[in-house]
């Protein structure tokens, strides 16, 4: 149960997405049912199998162009991948194993990830590749974590914009392109930040929600911030010593309302739930504001579903964070052995491939 080797499957490469699907909502949805039979359908099926009086929640953060490509003075590339601004130590004292020093006027200091073949030294510049700017390191590598304090023009999301690359995941083999910008976005995506994508909302088409509406589903928002913690890969034995990297998240009052009501909750993707989860303080009560979530949801936790019965997510990793809360959520027998149903059934697997329903297991 606490060995990541627990949750594992067989994937052929081919069955890795590379691309996304010609339309959004033609992807493909295995229904894991709540007596853990497994039915497939088309994305759109998803109307017809929630409760008609749920509340669908999605994550509506938006993936900024965060990887940035740059070389040292000497020609020695180095790519960033920008993780989130950092604030002054008092207000976010997480940020204490990062020893910035003197930022220079007009820029914000970024927590970073740096591949580069030689350690970065404070007082380094770093040139964004077939671009004039330049960029400081303002500290050395962390030690907890490994990222490093990079200084951006401005706030850094304009500078992101116009010299960032879209940090598509490491198994998709082929450079970012023009497309990515519009589709590694959901419909939702409102508010910028995530260095990955809610991907569960990929597959979410404005017709689709008019249908949803028109059953009777609300659809409802919450913010969480997708960065580090989503997709560390846990490098321990045991999955207790794991830790979560903090993630952002806001929770509306509009939202927690509706939480409140009683009506059946479905949440759209692992972040939306993480969000909802880490924001009660009881059973289908919500923290409404702005908050950080170290929240790591795995088999044996301890931890107990307060908010979501449904969940509509793509298909994760093997021995990933995501896997493991997936299973928590629906039981890691059943989850497996749908998964092993979707390879056999040849669905498409991961941040570009198709998606899943479940229902909550039974405590």
């Known amino acids: 149960m606490f060995a990541p080797s627990d949750y594992t499957f067989e994937l052929p490469p081919e069955l890795i997405a590379q691309h996304p699907a010609e339309r959004r909502d033609a992807s493909r949805l295995l229904h894991l049912h709540a007596d853990g039979s497994v039915s497939d359908h088309e994305f759109r099926a998803l109307v017809e199998l ?8 999605a994550n509506d953060t938006r993936v900024i162009p965060a990887r940035v490509l740059t070389h040292k003075a000497s020609g020695g590339a180095v790519e960033l991948l920008f993780l989130e601004p ?36 404070p007082g380094q510049l770093l040139r964004v590749d077939g671009a004039e700017q330049e960029l ?4 050395e590598r962390a030690v907890t974590d490994g990222t490093i304090a990079i200084g951006a023009p401005g706030d850094g999301l304009r500078f992101l914009e116009e010299y960032g690359h879209i940090p598509l995941p490491s198994y998709i083999e082929r450079p970012d392109a023009p497309v990515d910008r519009e589709r590694y976005q959901t419909m939702f ?17 404005p017709d689709t929600a008019a249908a949803l509406a028109a059953r009777g589903v609300t659809l409802a928002s919450v ?24 993630e952002r998240y806001e929770i509306s009052e509009a939202t927690a309302a509706l ?11 692992t972040t ?9 303080t009881a059973p289908r009560t919500l923290r409404v504001g702005a908050g950080a979530t170290e929240l790591f949801i795995y088999p044996g936790s301890g931890h107990s579903f307060r908010v979501v019965e449904h969940l509509v997510t793509n298909f994760h990793l093997p021995e990933s964070t995501l896997l ?4 928590a959520f629906a039981g890691t027998e059943r989850v497996l052995r749908a998964y092993r149903h979707a390879v056999a059934q040849r669905y498409r697997f991961f941040s570009y491939g198709d998606a899943m329903l479940l229902h909550r297991a039974p405590e």
Do not use: K, Y
């Not at 929630?50 to 929640?57: E, N």
């Not at 997480?94 to 020093?101: A, C, F």
């Not at 400081?136 to 500290?139: A, E, F, I, R």
């Open 50 to 57: 929630l409760p008609a009086d749920a509340v669908l929640i």
């Open 86 to 121: 950092l604030r002054p130590r008092a207000a976010e004292p997480e940020s204490s194993d990062l020893h910035v020093g003197a930022v220079p006027a007009g820029m914000t200091p970024w927590r970073c990830l740096a591949r580069a073949r030689r350690a970065l030294r």
């Open 136 to 139: 400081p390191v303002l500290s």
């Open 189 to 205: 995506a409102r508010v910028p930040g995530a260095v990955a994508a809610p991907t569960a909302g990929l597959h979410m088409t």
């Open 223 to 246: 913010t969480l911030h997708v960065g580090w913690g989503t997709f560390a890969p846990i490098r321990a034995q045991d999955v207790r010593e794991h830790r979560m990297h903090r």
């Open 259 to 269: 939480v409140a009501s009683g009506r059946p909750i479905a949440a759209l993707g």
């Open 272 to 280: 939306a739930l993480r969000a909802l989860e880490s924001a009660a």
């Open 324 to 327: 493991m809360l997936v299973c």
